[in-house]
């Protein structure tokens, strides 16, 4: 298993993104510090707050080889590297994550107001047989 930390200043916010690799694939978690972290506390959390991040399982491995890549297809990449959307591949990742989690509420929460719904149809159904 491979990892990397990527500690970030994100006004008013110190935020460390954590990126787990294996043979599934990427999972990245992020961890809030407040305050900007010292090296003390980063020794104190790699020991005891890692086991707390939840990491959220992302598309497959970025990890790429390391072939020599031609300058004109390196200027190609950075042309379309200029138009993706900015921040680390981490915070991408995880905001990907985030936005999955919340389409999936969404979803849960749609099918509950369509059962409820049908449900208060029912009883007013109901009560207008017997009124008959």
Known sequence: MEGRFTLLFEDPYWI???E???ESGCQ???F??????????????????????KFVP??????????SVGYKRRQRQLRQEAVTPRGTYAQRLF???LEAAQAERASARRQHKRAARAEQYQLKREKKKKQR
Not at 32 to 40: I, K, L, T
Not at 58 to 67: D, G, L, N
Request: proline share 5%.
């Open 28 to 30: 990245v978690a992020r």
């Open 58 to 67: 992302t598309a497959a491995s970025p990890i790429s080889s390391t072939a």
């Open 16 to 18: 460390g993104y954590f």
């Open 20 to 22: 787990r690799y294996d």
């Open 95 to 97: 905001q990907a994550g």
């Open 32 to 53: 809030v510090f407040g305050a900007e972290p010292g090296n003390a506390e980063l020794l104190q959390f790699s020991h005891d707050g890692f086991t707390q991040l």
